[in-house]
């Protein structure tokens, strides 16, 4: 069946652009997940939306970061005003985690933010 | 703050050869995940382990659990090329529901 999706794979943008980063879970997954990778701070947590709701925010890195999620589906990760310092490789994955299940998160192939 | 730490950073290794890569972490947890990345690639699922002595084999690689010692290993056997990638241990404290990761290590097998 069809994986996570993300778009773009890439953005290039300049400094102090907004961007809009978006996220298609798989089917049925009621979790979805934003991480962050880059090469000096590895794969870090940004957000958690569990349906359209996000209990756990506590990765965003800052207020000019913010994220929705929409129908139980799509979702979208905001960056405003981006610094070079926001360039990195950012994940989405979902899941079907309930509090008695196990967390096996499924990984989108990423996009690739480079902010010049 | 949990910790989630890998060792080795980095390995190289002959194939046909076997090591061990090392995933420790700070709090309890009784689950525990390790995804595999290819250059350039998203993270792929390997093993999921969910209980203390939970042990996992797929080929030539095969994971376990000691919650009591708050330690998982990936021990590759008989190492062949297509193995070189990086490979991430996560923790999921459940409270939280977000997965911790570790530092990452890259593998890299050489004939």
């Known amino acids: 069946g069809a994986g996570v999706s993300q778009s773009p794979s890439n953005k290039v943008t300049e400094k102090g652009k907004d961007v809009e980063l978006r996220c298609d879970p798989i089917?049925?997954?009621?979790?979805l997940y934003w991480y962050r990778q880059s090469l000096g701070q590895g794969l870090e947590f940004l957000i958690y939306?569990?349906?359209?709701?996000?209990?756990?925010k506590s990765g965003l890195p800052s207020d000019r970061f913010s994220a929705e999620r929409t129908g139980g589906s799509v979702s979208t990760l905001t960056i405003q005003r981006t610094q070079q310092e926001d360039s990195a490789v950012y994940l989405c994955?979902?899941?079907?985690?309930?509090?008695?299940?196990?967390?096996?998160?499924?990984f989108g192939p990423g996009t690739r933010l480079t902010v010049l | 703050e949990l910790k989630v730490e890998q060792n080795p950073l980095f390995l190289s290794m002959q194939e046909g050869k076997n090591y061990t890569i090392y995933c420790n972490y700070s709090?309890?947890?009784?689950?525990l995940y390790w995804y595999r990345q290819d250059p350039g690639k998203s993270l792929e699922s390997l093993f999921v382990l969910l209980s203390n002595g939970a042990v996992k084999q797929e080929g030539r690689l095969m994971a376990s659990l000691d919650t009591k010692a708050r330690l998982s290993t990936l021990h590759i056997t008989a190492a062949v090329h297509d193995l070189s990638a990086t490979y991430f241990c996560?923790?999921?404290?459940?409270?939280?529901?977000?997965?911790?990761f570790g530092t990452g290590t890259r593998l890299q097998v050489f004939p």
């Open positions: 996560a923790v999921d404290i459940g409270s939280t529901d977000k997965l911790i």
């Open positions: 994955a979902s899941s079907t985690y309930g509090r008695d299940s196990y967390n096996e998160q499924f």
């Open positions: 089917s049925g997954h009621t979790a």
């Open positions: 709090t309890t947890s009784d689950r």
């Open positions: 939306f569990q349906g359209n709701s996000a209990p756990d």
